[in-house]
Nanobody, 124 residues
Framework: QVQLVESGGGLVQAGGSVRLSCEAS????????MGWFRQAPGKEREFVAG????????YYTDSVKGRFTISRDNDKNTVYLQMNTLEPEDTANYYC?????????????????WGQGTQVTVSS
């Protein structure tokens, strides 16, 4: 079983950058697709980015393309989300997810493993 712990959130000004980390425990990390989701108050959890376990292929939701980058370091059992040119609309609790049947699957229910989340607040 893989357990996920996110870190790196905080308060940042619009236009700034933040890097989130998600450290996974468990020997099967390297065989899991990984993803990042976010949930703002009063809104549904939405897919942000995913990365395929086998070759590092990536997929992004349209609103973050060109601004966010997902990556993984299998030696460190860690997946990252580099977020640049942040906007107030990016304010949300960001969750790491593992085990999606496809790295581009946007439905949260199809990702079986979740971290506790880390808050990112972007001020205008």
């Amino acid at each position: 079983q893989v357990q996920l712990v996110e870190s790196g959130g905080g308060l940042v000004q619009a236009g700034g950058s933040v890097r989130l980390s998600c450290e996974a425990s468990g020997r099967t990390f390297n065989s899991h697709n990984m993803g990042w989701f976010r949930q703002a108050p009063g809104k549904e959890r939405e897919f942000v980015a995913g990365i395929r376990w086998s070759d590092g292929a990536t997929y992004y939701t349209d609103s973050v393309k060109g601004r966010f980058t997902i990556s993984r370091d299998n030696d460190k059992n860690t997946v990252y989300l580099q977020m640049n040119t942040l906007e107030p609309e990016d304010t949300a609790n960001y969750y790491c997810a593992a085990g999606g049947i496809h790295y581009g699957i946007s439905r949260p229910s199809l990702w079986p493993l979740w971290g506790q989340g880390t808050q990112v607040t972007v001020s205008s």
